[in-house]
């Protein structure tokens, strides 16, 4: 279990004080970052990538020719070959599951997929999570979902929860909410818009990581101070 900071722009992460930062925090970046031709790791290492394919691709991918599904598992490859090279550990991939989940033929879809690229970041000592969106508008459903597919699929896929912490709110109760998937997440981005000035209660986060911590989780948290697309 660790705390970091992710980054969602080239100028916020180049701009960081390399000397001022404590050994003992992780990095997380959008893979934007990662293939930026300045993208120096030994000056910044990064424990975690987002979107290492964008999201819009892997949702249209489910759908597409063997051909279209095979050249996106061979671009996979080349950047999870990129990534191990850089040191990273783990990458989150926005599936849009909420969309996916309630259907069982777009999950017999995504585990086509899945299965491939899971071996893909595991031959590059990588862990694969898949990235979901909190809170939404009927996530009581999506979460019992969520549970049992990584259950049927057998393939030791965790999740990466993306927290809009603001419009969750105060009395947001991790526990009440996502009783089911404590012990499947292995993430969670706590984002903020902090180009508005938003800022993160020290309340709330304790509340969330004290809790994860109650149940053993090995879960690692991010800070993730949201300036772009990215994180929305």
């Given amino acids: 279990m660790m705390l970091g900071i992710a ?6 992460f180049d701009s960081i004080p390399i000397d001022t930062v404590p050994e003992d925090i992780i990095f997380e970046a959008d893979a934007e970052i990662v293939n930026n031709p300045a993208f120096n790791p030994a000056k910044l290492p990064l424990f975690a990538v987002r979107n290492m394919i964008p999201a819009r691709l892997n949702r249209l991918i489910l759908e597409s020719s063997f ?11 080349k950047q999870a070959e990129l990534f ?37 970041m595991y ?4 862990e694969l999570e898949l990235l979901v969106r909190l809170p939404f508008s009927g996530m009581d459903e ?5 549970a049992l597919f990584r259950q049927k699929s057998m393939l030791g896929i965790n999740y990466a ?22 012990f499947d997440i292995s993430t969670i981005n706590f984002i903020y818009d902090a180009a508005l000035g938003n800022k993160i209660n020290p309340q709330n986060l304790k509340k969330i990581i004290d809790y994860m911590k109650s149940e053993g989780s090995k879960c690692d948290f991010f800070l993730c101070p949201a300036g772009n697309i990215n994180f929305q």
């Avoid at 051909?67 to 490859?77: C, N, R, V």
């Fill in 7 to 12: 980054f969602d722009s080239w100028n916020f």
């Fill in 67 to 77: 051909k279209l599904q095979m050249d996106y598992l061979e671009s996979a490859g």
């Fill in 84 to 120: 191990r090279e850089a040191g990273i550990e783990k990458v989150m991939i926005d599936f849009d599951l909420p969309g996916i989940l309630s259907d069982c033929s777009r999950q017999k879809m995504l585990l086509k997929i899945l299965q491939p690229l899971k071996g893909i």
């Fill in 142 to 146: 999506f979460i019992s979902h969520a």
């Fill in 161 to 182: 929860i993306d927290l809009h912490i603001h419009e969750a709110g105060f009395d947001w109760d991790l526990p009440e909410e996502i009783p089911e998937l404590k």
């Fill in 123 to 126: 031959d590059n000592n990588i």
